[in-house]
């Protein structure tokens, strides 16, 4: 509401849905709450983007847009009918189990909600997936490249990092070390495995 008071226009980057476009609703009725103008004048825009790419963000800016409203009335609708229902079925069950099984009259308000049966839902399946998990041996292919600090590839046959010279130690001149990812991952077959670990040894190079 404070940085609002010295704006010229309000452009409103919530997330492209419909829970966006509620909260688009509220920062807005905040801001106009401090800075009038922005209303009277019409300088309260929409930005709709899907990533936060330069080429994105120009372009949402190039087509501002406005709130929508029939979004916002759905999302309020829906708001609204779920705290109804949730409250009158709490309210439902709650007496209702209470009377019919032995030490619900201790657990106080059995709540119901429509948000909490599919969040429900996730948590129990998650459940069931660790409890029935079977493990399962895998390998997987690690390869690594060492640079010097030049940027060129160590060579292992010719650079030696702890080598010896005059009776100390030759520090290491390596720059970093670069992990090559394997798109595999992992392999649950040793025999495969090896054979593709063999096939890189007799390539030599990548």
């Known amino acids: 509401r404070d940085l609002a008071r010295s704006a010229s226009a309000l452009i409103l980057w919530l997330d492209c849905d419909r829970e966006g476009e509620a909260i688009s609703d509220e920062v807005r009725f905040v801001c106009l709450k401090g800075n009038p103008r922005l209303g009277t004048q019409n300088r309260v825009f929409r930005a709709k983007f899907s990533t936060v790419l330069p080429g994105e963000i ?68 998650r459940w069931a997936r660790i409890e029935t998990f079977i493990p399962e041996d895998f390998w997987f292919l690690e390869m690594t490249i060492q640079l010097n600090e030049d940027g060129s590839v160590v060579n292992s046959e010719h650079d030696n990092s702890n080598a010896v010279v005059n009776g100390y130690n030759r520090q290491s001149t390596q720059g970093r070390t670069i992990r090559l990812n394997w798109k595999r991952v992992r392999l649950y077959d040793r025999v495969l495995t090896m054979a593709i670990y063999d096939s890189c040894l007799e390539s030599g190079e990548a």
């Open 58 to 125: 120009q372009r949402a800016l190039r087509t501002l847009g406005r709130v929508n409203e029939n979004f916002v009335q759905a999302v309020q609708a829906r708001s609204e009918h779920d705290l109804r229902v949730g409250a009158a079925f709490t309210r439902f069950q709650t007496l209702r189990l209470q009377k019919k099984f032995d030490g619900f009259c201790d657990r106080g308000v059995i709540s119901y909600g429509p948000c909490q049966f599919p969040t429900l839902g996730f948590v129990v399946e």
